[in-house]
């Protein structure tokens, strides 16, 4: 990969986008992870204003931490950078308090750690409105076209994606050359959504650069018979989740009327 080149190019497609879009800048969600980081250190190369939000539901304090010590770094090294924190642990509590009970806990753990993602992109987009910013999208290419791995209308739900046709180790690349913090780029890949520490690989069960490997012999027309062991193992992976997960890939199904049904009787 052309590191510089790949670089330059995203940030003059947001500069244009914005521009031509007639907004003022982005808005991105900070989690202390890699892709937010990348997303929004390129978002700020633009010269564009930049919002970063920190929105904690219950959140370790290492991913916490890790958030606001990226934002005091892009403040340091971009102008028209500006930050605020929006704690929507109570929010969270609130909704959980007033929706019904339900028997057994564990039954409805996907469907709150989805929800928070909800709650944040809901945020996200009530500033945007009223500072006229775009929300960019911190989805790479293996969760956005591969295994599908986001929250529908949560973390999915953006104004555009920056940095969706990068597999993740390109975009850990992408985070060397711009000197994105070390403690960043060496933490373990979570999406922060179940208020402990589990990973993406734990939740997944492959790693990244195991799921790119599927992605390429999927691409390929493979099948699981053409491999054994560990290979199989995680080809399957890819394909029960690109398959569960399809739904988010493709657009939303429309019910098209046939012709005849809408001519006037």
Same mark, same amino acid.
């Given at each position: 990969?052309?590191?510089?080149?790949?670089?330059?190019?995203?940030?003059?497609?947001?500069?244009?986008?914005?521009?031509?879009?007639?907004?003022?800048?982005?808005?991105?969600?900070?989690?202390?992870?890699?892709?937010?980081?990348?997303?929004?250190?390129?978002?700020?190369?633009?010269?564009?204003?930049?919002?970063?939000?920190?929105?904690?539901?219950?959140?370790?304090?290492?991913?916490?931490?890790?958030?606001?010590?990226?934002?005091?770094?892009?403040?340091?090294?971009?102008?028209?950078?500006?930050?605020?924190?929006?704690?929507?642990?109570?929010?969270?509590?609130?909704?959980?308090?007033?929706?019904?009970?339900?028997?057994?806990?564990?039954?409805?753990?996907?469907?709150?750690?989805?929800?928070?993602?909800?709650?944040?992109?809901?945020?996200?987009?009530?500033?945007?409105?009223?500072?006229?910013?775009?929300?960019?999208?911190?989805? @790479? =290419?293996?969760?956005?076209?591969?295994?599908?791995?986001?929250?529908?209308? /949560? $973390?999915?739900?953006? %104004?555009?994606?920056? #940095?969706?046709?990068?597999?993740?180790?390109?975009?850990?690349?992408?985070?060397?050359?711009?000197?994105? @913090? =070390?403690?960043?780029?060496?933490?373990?890949?979570?999406?922060?959504?179940? /208020? $402990?520490?589990?990973? %993406?690989?734990?939740? #997944?069960?492959?790693?990244?650069?195991?799921?790119?490997?599927?992605?390429?012999?999927?691409?390929?027309?493979?099948?699981?018979?053409?491999?054994?062991?560990?290979?199989?193992?995680?080809?399957?992976?890819?394909?029960?989740?690109?398959?569960?997960?399809?739904?988010?890939?493709?657009?939303?199904?429309?019910?098209?009327?046939?012709?005849?049904?809408?001519?006037?009787?």
């Amino acid at each position: 990969m052309h590191t510089e080149k790949v670089v330059d190019y995203i940030v003059n497609w947001l500069k244009d986008y914005a521009t031509n879009a007639g907004v003022n800048g982005f808005i991105i969600g900070i989690s202390g992870g890699i892709d937010s980081a990348v997303t929004s250190t390129l978002c700020a190369k633009t010269g564009l204003n930049l919002m970063c939000v920190e929105m904690p539901i219950h959140q370790a304090d290492s991913q916490v931490s890790r958030a606001m010590n990226h934002i005091t770094w892009l403040k340091s090294n971009f102008n028209q950078v500006e930050m605020t924190q929006v704690n929507l642990t109570p929010v969270f509590d609130n909704l959980i308090e007033a929706l019904p009970s339900v028997d057994n806990e564990e039954e409805r753990f996907m469907s709150l750690a989805n929800t928070r993602a909800r709650l944040r992109m809901t945020t996200l987009y009530y500033f945007a409105a009223l500072e006229k910013l775009l929300v960019a999208g911190t989805g @790479n =290419k293996v969760e956005d076209f591969g295994i599908g791995f986001y929250t529908k209308y /949560g $973390d999915g739900g953006v %104004d555009l994606s920056p #940095i969706a046709d990068l597999l993740k180790t390109e975009v850990y690349t992408i985070a060397e050359y711009l000197g994105i @913090n =070390k403690e960043i780029i060496e933490a373990a890949p979570t999406d922060g959504l179940w /208020g $402990d520490d589990r990973t %993406d690989e734990d939740q #997944i069960g492959a790693s990244y650069p195991e799921l790119e490997w599927a992605m390429k012999m999927d691409s390929e027309g493979k099948t699981s018979e053409d491999f054994t062991d560990r290979e199989q193992t995680v080809f399957n992976i890819y394909k029960r989740y690109n398959s569960s997960n399809k739904h988010k890939m493709i657009p939303i199904p429309i019910c098209e009327i046939p012709n005849n049904l809408l001519k006037p009787l």
